[in-house]
């Protein structure tokens, strides 16, 4: 009976380990579609209305909530204060990868210092290159996220059987 209650805790816990797993690929895959989102919104407002890039991160913020604009809320206020800081982000964005973070805060620190076709024609290079980032994510979190965690479950399940 002992071995039975250890092997199901064993089971569960092993299992929530693949779900963090599971978790952390999703949320990677949500913030590259997001970011892939927000670079053509960019596009969009830097072309037809030549707004700052103060003015269109504020306006996205207020239009989505999701995990990305938690990051870009930071980093929108880290810039107007004239600090780059990759540490300081809610609790939420932990799961979000700091390679992430820092190639968001590069695009958007070059942003918004020249003539509105030169940005035009960097955020096209950007968000091709962020498009295939974002796919990467979208086949990992398929792939290797959804497999971390039915592995987990079947570790999890075969070590209840080994303890019974």
Known sequence: MFGLICGAVLCIAISFGGLVIKRKYKTNADFMTAYVDFIAYVKTEIYNNKTPIFTIIDNYIAKETNIFTKVLKVINGNLKRDVVDNENYPKECALVDKKNIK?????????????????????????????????????????????????????GIAVMIILC
């Open 103 to 155: 190639m968001l805060i590069s695009d958007i620190a070059s942003i918004g210092k020249y003539d509105s076709v030169t940005e035009v024609n960097k955020l096209n290079a950007i968000l091709e290159r962020v498009k295939v980032d974002a796919e990467k994510a979208n086949v990992k979190y398929k792939k290797d996220g959804v497999m971390a965690f039915k592995l987990s479950v079947l570790v």
